[in-house]
């Protein structure tokens, strides 16, 4: 079971990026995804997730500018964020949890079995 991020990257204030979490060795849908992001020197937090059968989750200082949705086929996960701000840079984790995290849990790093490496993204003019 592994989670692969990439999309992270330089962008300036205001504009767009997409954010994708392969998976491999089990299928994304009968899981728990979620994004997760740490800035340097602050704990990770949560950013998004996304439940089969319960829709998403997004964190209140991202809400209205960052999305989360599903492709099936290609068995990812992406989090599309527009207007992206300067506080918004930081190394971006997608995770996964095979249990049925309830709402609260989501939050909460230590419920998530599975981490990708993380991929860097920059919001600088």
């Known amino acids: 079971v592994q989670l692969q991020a990439s999309g992270g990257g330089l962008v300036q204030p205001g504009g767009s990026l997409r954010l994708s979490c392969a998976g491999s060795?089990?299928?994304?849908?009968?899981?728990?995804i979620g994004w997760f992001r740490q800035a340097l020197g602050r704990e990770r937090e949560f950013v998004a997730a996304?439940?089969?059968?319960?829709?998403?989750t997004v964190a209140q200082s991202v809400k209205g500018r960052f999305t989360i949705s599903g492709d099936i086929a290609k068995n990812t996960i992406d989090l599309q964020m527009n207007t992206l701000k300067p506080e918004d840079t930081a190394i971006y984790y997608c995770?996964?949890?095979?249990?049925?995290?309830?709402?609260?849990?989501?939050?909460?790093?230590?419920?998530?079995?599975?981490w990708g490496q993380g991929t860097l993204v920059t919001v600088s003019s």
């Open positions: 995770s996964a949890s095979a249990s049925s995290l309830i709402t609260s849990s989501l939050y909460v790093p230590r419920y998530w079995d599975t």
């Open positions: 996304i439940r089969r059968g319960r829709g998403s």
């Open positions: 060795g089990f299928t994304l849908d009968l899981y728990a």
